[in-house]
């Protein structure tokens, strides 16, 4: 997929500055993270920030035990929210009860890597392909027994709903997805791009290191600050609202996914051999068929498409709404009226 950037001067500068900075980090350990052994369906006490979730639910689904929000009226409509990387299930905690008022059943799970998701196998490969994580999505709607749903996200959480629609489109009622049409594939990543383009991904080159291994587990909540205070500059978010969220980031198979994600993505490290037929599928970058919006903050600090390179990927019934008001990357948590009205209305094309 081609991939085009805004060329956003606060983040070229708050990059660059942080790939100056830093101590020298030791190389890192192989992770290999040990599964939780949650039991299917528990119920725990999620970690509350202000407004939080107020409970975590547990189920097997496919490789993983994964941590899930389940709230709304159980025989209501289905609506699967993903988040992005480096945020967490909280991305969502203002548009779920604006959901939920509006009689929908609301499933916003912890992606591989975050939270209380685990590894049902503690050998398993640490794996952040984006078939990989697309296929995660269906598993759990087949363990918790969701023929189809609206899906809707931002970041990774965009890329896997796009995925989920390209593929099963049988399973995919509506698609709300922020920055677009995002799915690529290795070939695509090999492709060169400007420079000020290039360094906008900075943090994929340092992943591809064994330094921005080490780096990223020592310092994995200041590095998820200094992505969220980029990727939206405008979007004043607190200490208790940054922290709430970074707490998921210390599952024990996080760095190993995200590190994973990036390489793969550069062709540096391979997947796993039964998400290959997907993946060769992916490659061809196909058309999703299922209605859709595609939505764009104002602020999006992040890189990302413009619409126009995307908007003949989506060959149903397509939307694309721009959210003003300084709205940034992590748009669900900074525009939930937003996210959720377009979350409503593909409901409804």
Known sequence: MQQYFNNNRRVVLAAAAFILAGAQLALPAAAQAQSAGAAPNATAAANRGPAGFKSIKQIDAGVLNVGYVDEGPADGPVVILLHGWPYDINSFVDVAPLLTKAGYRVIVPHLRGYGTTRFLDPNAVRNGEPAALASDV????????????????YDWGARTAD???????????????????????QEAGKQALPPKAELQWWYQFYFATERGRAGYEKNRHDFAKLIWQTASPQWRFDDATFDRSAASLENPDHVAITVHNYRWRLGLANGETKYDELEARLANLPAIAVPTITMEG??????????????????????????????????PQEAPRAFADAVIEVDHL
Do not use: C
């Open 138 to 153: 269906v598993a759990l709607m087949d363990a918790l027994k969701i023929d189809k749903a609206v899906l809707a996200g």
């Open 298 to 331: 104002d602020a999006n600090g992040a890189p990302h498409p413009e619409p126009a390179a995307y908007a003949k990927r989506f060959t149903g019934k397509y939307k694309h709404e721009l959210v003003a008001g300084g709205i940034g990357h992590n748009l």
């Open 163 to 185: 995925i989920v629609a390209a593929l099963w489109p049988q399973r995919v009622k509506g698609l709300v997805s922020v920055s677009g049409y995002l799915i690529g594939s």
